[in-house]
């Protein structure tokens, strides 16, 4: 048996892999309920059942139907957009939301093909004011929008 398309059968292992760990770790600490009266168990095991399902499919297509090879892995954009997460998280206290979206956005955007500084400036923008208007104007959330010493 030949893998005709090695992309969607990794990607169809890695489904399974994930549904089933779903589906272990649902069932063996919480409880599972029925369906009229489901338990905090009840939908992590449906889902991961789901994916479990689903990575089947793939990994059987990826049998019989021509696909594309598995591309080489780039670290950069991997890499960048983690380092931007990670400092989003240590900034959003001391710096505010402001500069700590600013930082996200930059950073994770050198992780592209093309880093254009206008369509970044523009995106890190309109991030900042849908940030301010959803969740510290609309949720209430306590996000400290400046550095504490511009307060």
């Known amino acids: 048996m030949r893998i005709k398309s090695p992309k969607d059968f990794w990607a169809g292992l890695m489904f399974i892999a994930f549904g089933l760990a779903a589906m272990i770790i649902a069932l063996m600490n919480y409880q599972f309920g029925t369906s009229v009266r489901m338990g905090p168990g009840y939908f992590p095991a449906v889902l991961g059942g789901l994916m479990v399902f689903l990575g089947t499919v793939i990994t059987a297509t990826s049998l019989a139907i021509e696909g594309p090879k598995v591309p080489r892995l780039n670290f950069r954009p991997l890499l960048l957009v983690l380092t931007a997460c990670v400092a989003y998280g240590y900034l959003i206290k001391p710096a505010g ?55």
């Not at 400036?121 to 969740?135: K, M, P, R, T």
Request: net charge negative; proline share 5%.
């Open 97 to 151: 939301l402001v500069v700590a979206t600013i930082a996200l956005v930059f950073v994770s955007a050198l992780g592209g093909h093309e880093f254009k500084w206008k369509e970044v400036s523009v995106l890190a923008l309109l991030l900042i004011v849908f940030s301010v208007v959803v969740f510290v104007k609309g949720l209430t959330l306590p996000f400290p929008l400046w550095p504490e010493v511009f307060e």
